[in-house]
């Protein structure tokens, strides 16, 4: 039974699943800081923070503030088991043995090594936009582009580029008024991946497909291994989504940032060296994930109220990183 003194007395309506708040949060975020810095929702029966001492300390505290559960709202109350693999999914072994295994794939030689083809790619989508009068900045430049990104790295043809991120796309999808539907059918992941796989076991080349598929990690029993297939579907199937649709929602973002703010543009266009912090600040600004869930591993108190162990908390990054406090 949840504590309703997180309620506070005219009873803000944060719901997260309702569209005319995610059009502008940011009047929503200002009362949660301002009136309750722990909201408590009874519809959805999930607790919020959104000042950002508590959400920098929420995050950081891993004893607390679980991810085992899941980092999504649906994934923690839908009790579903996360499957291993699914890094921001998992705690403390297992976690830091798939972050470290994922550090190794993504070398900082790979990253670099990246930067010429992406240009190519930016020059090969824009060219084709070259006397239009108008254009759809999602779907023509901030949508494909990293889909060609990632799929070059993991080996995806691309014939068949299109329909995989379409499919990590659709599972992330949500409908207004309710969340993701989950259960254990569609916690399987990385079906679509299977081909590729079994092909690339063959085919090795120089890709993360081929680099997932040979590395040896000591996992949380001391033993020696690779990664199993079940494991192996999992990270490809995070490693596509997370490419995809993060990066595609942050394109759009530094767009319309910067067409709202045309003397910031202009500053940008002079003084390129400005650019990598212009796109830290767009991050703050405009977070592509305003916010981040968390599963209450013990009772622990958060402005005078007790939060119960098994409570789902979502750190709200998007008011955080608007806070007046901070910022």
């Not at 920098?56 to 607390?64: N, P, S, V, Y």
């Amino acid at each position: 039974m949840a504590d309703m003194t997180a309620v506070p007395a005219d009873a803000i309506d944060y719901d997260p699943y309702n569209p005319a708040i995610t059009r502008d949060p940011y009047p929503v975020y200002r009362r949660l800081r301002d009136e309750a810095p722990l909201y408590y929702n009874a519809q959805h029966d999930f607790y919020a923070v959104s000042r950002y001492d508590d959400v920098e300390r929420g995050l950081a505290d891993r004893e607390t503030f679980i991810s085992g559960r899941g980092n999504v709202l649906e994934f923690i109350k839908s009790g579903v088991p996360m499957p291993p693999g699914i890094v921001v999914g998992e705690d403390p072994p297992t976690h830091t043995i798939h972050r470290s295994l994922m550090a190794r794939v993504f070398t900082p030689r790979k990253v670099s090594a990246l930067e010429p083809m992406i240009r190519r790619y930016c020059g090969e989508l824009l060219d084709r936009l070259v006397g239009e009068r108008h254009f759809d900045l999602i779907a023509d430049f901030a949508s494909p582009m990293p889909m060609r990104v990632i799929s070059t790295l993991m080996g995806i043809p691309e014939t068949d580029q299109v329909s995989i991120r379409d499919m990590s796309n659709n599972n992330m999808r949500t409908t207004s008024g309710r969340g993701m539907r989950i259960n254990e059918k569609n916690m399987q992941l990385g079906a679509a991946f299977a081909d590729y796989i079994d092909w690339r076991t063959d085919h090795p080349s120089d890709d993360i497909m081929t680099d997932l598929l040979n590395a040896e990690f000591e996992d949380e029993t001391g033993a020696r291994r690779r990664l199993s297939r079940r494991e192996l579907l999992t990270y490809v199937h995070v490693i596509a989504g997370a490419g995809n649709e993060t990066s595609a929602r942050l394109i759009g973002w530094i767009a319309k940032v910067l067409a709202d703010h045309p003397d910031q543009r202009r500053e940008l266009v002079q003084h390129r060296e400005l650019i990598p912090n212009a796109v830290e600040e767009i991050l703050r600004f405009e977070n592509p994930a305003p916010h981040t869930a968390r599963c209450v591993a013990h009772d622990v108190d958060i402005h005078g109220t007790s939060v119960p162990a098994g409570a789902a908390i979502i750190m709200i990054n998007g008011a955080a990183n608007r806070d007046e406090r901070r910022y």
